[in-house]
């Protein structure tokens, strides 16, 4: 029977984190994953690291303004109707999470959560975590002067919290920094603090490093029950057989709701699904990752590689490659640029991010098992957040939790 002081339950950005953190404080450590590492929402996303411009997906007026194309496959935020009970009331909830409190509240918890992102990725980078990463910031472009408002509004907000500001660039600047845009692009704005890696970089450096630091990472191990002495879980039942720990961390993003269940935790978590489409060449002439605002898409360039990503579908559990969003995703940019070309495909992907009704993760104890911690519902904040979370989890399980940081992450505040 395997044992160990911390069992991590996933094997994401989120889980993997959680594992080096604990094993820094030199705990015994052992990570389980139903797949491979990194195979979910983790794979193929953008890898931004946006500290700068973290907020709660639930907006003011978001659903209202995308009220006319909630239900159109090719549009940004989709919705595919279906008699769900859960569904509905998780939609409620997002509904009435849409107001200027809820999100003002959600900026300030992010930001408090984000003050240490980046100095945490540098000490990664210093224990020697391999990484392709880019530090050269963020660069939104706008195609009206209403999202170009829109947007230096809500990093305002966060500037008044502690983030420094985002610089203002106009259409000349931009051309003069090489990336030919059309015409119609009104400016910019460029969040310098931010940066970007390969996401599959990112998973591969820090299993390297667990390894290196005896931390084993079992793939294609499911979960199948929890045995419990009191309030207390004793075990993890697996298809491996049975593992003992002092503590449990369930990381398995959006698996972490029926983990959760056998525990007797609801968590309101729902499939975001997002997609990507990965490229081989250069791309549009720029090292900066961008975020197309209007078309709610973004660019990642990488070495050898560019990748256009975006959308938000809310189709239920499934990995369904929907041809028309794909499509949209390939014509998308085209407004934003002179000349827009498809380059060779590497890669068409999707992942399941987990949403929570009102765009906070939950961060914290189980509130029915008191040797359980729960990190998951990052959305796609999850590399952003993915260090400064594995960081909260390791003081939780060591009982050195920063005062009221993980207040607002609550598992039990639904």
């Given at each position: ?15 993997l ?5 604990l ?18 929402a983790s794979h193929a ?18 659903i ?19 008699p769900?009970?859960?569904f ?37 980078l ?12 963020l ?6 002067e ?13 500037t008044?919290l502690?983030?420094l500001?985002?610089?203002v ?13 059309s015409?119609?692009?009104?400016g ?10 390969r996401?599959?970089s990112l998973?591969?450096?820090l ?7 005896r ?24 298809t ?14 959006i ?7 056998m ?5 309101p ?30 660019i990642s ?7 256009v ?26 407004p934003?640029?002179r ?22 993760p939950?961060?914290?104890p ?42 607002p ?6």
């Open positions: 029977m395997a044992q160990a002081d911390v069992i991590v339950v996933g094997a994401g950005v989120i889980g984190c959680c594992a080096y953190e094993r820094k404080r030199g705990l015994e450590v052992l990570v389980l994953d139903r797949g491979r590492p990194g195979c979910g996303n953008g890898g931004w690291i946006c500290p700068s411009y973290s907020d709660p997906l639930p907006a003011p007026g978001l209202s303004s995308s009220l006319r194309g909630l239900l159109r496959p090719e549009n940004p935020l989709y919705i595919r109707p279906r769900s009970a859960e509905l009331r998780w939609l409620w909830a997002f509904r009435r999470a849409c107001n200027d409190r809820s999100y003002a509240s959600g900026l300030r918890a992010l930001a408090r959560l984000n003050e240490r992102t980046l100095s945490l990725y540098d000490e990664m210093s224990d020697g975590v391999a990484v392709e990463m880019h530090e050269e910031g660069l939104f472009l706008f195609i009206s209403a999202g170009l408002e829109e947007a230096s509004a809500n990093i305002a907000r966060l008044t502690g983030r500001p985002a610089g660039l106009s259409r000349d600047d931009i051309r003069a920094e090489g990336l030919q845009v015409d119609r692009v009104v910019g704005l460029l969040t310098r603090p931010d940066r970007h890696v996401p599959e998973i591969d450096g299993v390297k490093r667990l390894g290196e630091l931390v084993p990472v079992r793939a294609g191990v499911r979960v199948t029950g929890f045995e419990r002495q009191g309030r207390r879980v004793s075990a993890i039942k697996s491996q057989g049975s593992m003992v720990a002092s503590h449990v961390v369930l990381a398995a993003g698996w972490t709701a029926p983990l959760a269940a525990l007797g935790m609801e968590l978590l729902q499939a975001g699904k997002g997609y990507s489409v990965t490229m081989a060449g250069t791309g549009p002439r720029t090292s900066r990752p961008l975020n197309l605002y209007e078309a709610h898409m973004g360039p990488y070495e050898g590689a560019w990748r990503l975006g959308t938000m579908e809310l189709s239920g559990m499934n990995t369904y490659l929907n041809p028309r969003r794909l499509v949209a995703l390939k014509e998308a940019p085209r934003y640029f000349t827009w070309e498809v380059s060779r495909i590497q890669e068409e992907w999707t992942g399941m991010r987990p949403l929570t009704p009102d765009g906070l939950i961060i914290g189980a509130p029915t098992a008191e040797n359980v911690a729960i990190a998951t519902g990052h959305a796609m904040l999850g590399v952003t957040l993915a260090a400064s979370t594995g960081r909260a989890v390791a003081d939780l399980v060591a009982r050195r939790p920063e005062a009221d940081l993980l207040e992450f609550r598992a039990d505040r639904f």
